[in-house]
Every structure is written in C-alpha cells, then in structure tokens.
C-alpha cells in the first residue's frame, strides 16, 4: 500500500577564495559576498510504497544497502546501450517518484555488494536517456557526494524532459580529471541508491 514517505534536506554554500594563509599555500574560503550566502531546503515525498524484500532496482533489501556496480565507461556509450547501464525506468505504470543516488567511494561488486578496493578517482556520472543516443547528463558525482531527485509522480510527460514515459536512468564511471563525461581511469563505482514508487 502506497502510504510510506521519504523525507529529504539539501544545503549549499558559495564560497570565494581570500588568499593563501601565511602558513604557506593553504587557501582560505569564506562565504561569497557576490552571492547571497548559503541556501537549501528540506521535504517529503509521500504517498510511496517502500517494500520489504526490495533488491537491485530499488537499493535496498530487507533492512541493507544494495549498491548498483556502475560499469567504466563513457557517457556516449552508456547512452547507446541503454539497457546495459539502466538504474530505473521513469514510466506511467510503475516509475520512480523519489530517487537517491551516491557515489559510494568505492568500486562495485557482484550481487548487490561493494568492493573494498576504493574509487576515488573517477566520476559517477547520473544521465536520463530518452531513447538511444538521446540523453542529458545529469550530473558528476565525486566520492562521497550524492542528489536527490523528488520527481512525485509516475512519467506522463510526451516530450523531451526527465519524466517521459520511458526515460531510463544511468549510471557509469567516467574520467574524473578530465570532467568530461569520457571513460573513467580506474574502474567500476559501487553507486548507492534509492529508488521508490507509489
């Protein structure tokens, strides 16, 4: 029964750079005057069913973490394989309307598990594919930053926009020097998520 809900908070802060300390070349940050100091918000998305016995296209069963091994490869590719790297589907019937994804720091491993072996190199890139070779990039993790997403309803949109009847979303590992979207240089990422429906 669809009565469950997720409560959710996000914050940020623009920071200017002042100069170098007299220790040597640390920097030293305080809140941008240019801008109008910290922002945020918090919520909650209702009317979900948070199922026991979840598992890979969820995030979680009974009671842990069920991490998505996020393969290393460009978003180009990702994107013209669409299947291969699917997270969840945004669909009339049965689609996501609160999504939680996180770069774990970690490389992936089999059923659900995370490596021991650290990523800390590499992006975990998050993207909407519409169709083949048809996808907006939604943003590049670094190690241990995540987003949320509260979309609250089940896709009915027809045209180009993130809750399309059938959008898919995908996670790869791609470059995290470059920050460009293409292959990452070490390997998978253990990509930690929640994905819910009503």
């Known amino acids: ?88 589907e945004m669909d009339a019937t049965n689609g996501i309307e609160f999504l939680y994804i996180k770069h774990s720091g970690f490389e992936g491993a089999a059923s659900g598990a995370k490596s021991t072996t650290a990523n800390t190199a590499d992006l975990l890139s998050v993207i909407a594919a519409f169709t083949t070779n048809q996808y907006v990039t939604i943003a590049r993790l670094k190690a241990g930053e995540a987003i949320v997403l509260p979309i609250r309803s089940k896709a009915t949109v027809s045209s180009s926009s993130i809750v399309v009847d059938g959008t898919k979303i995908l996670v790869c590992s791609t470059d995290g020097t470059a920050l460009d979207g293409t292959i990452g240089t070490q390997g998978t990422i253990a990509a930690e998520f929640l994905a819910v429906g009503a």
């Open 1 to 88: 029964m669809a009565d469950d809900k997720i409560q959710f908070a996000v914050s940020m802060t623009p920071c200017e750079m002042v100069g170098a300390s007299g220790e040597g070349s640390a920097q030293n940050f305080i809140s941008a005057s240019e801008a109008y100091g910290a922002g945020g918000g918090s919520g909650e998305v209702t009317g979900i069913d948070i199922i026991s016995g979840a598992g890979a296209g969820d995030g979680y069963a009974d009671g842990a973490k069920y991490y998505h091994n996020a393969l290393q490869v460009a978003e180009d590719t990702a994107a013209a394989t669409i299947a291969t790297y699917d997270l969840g």
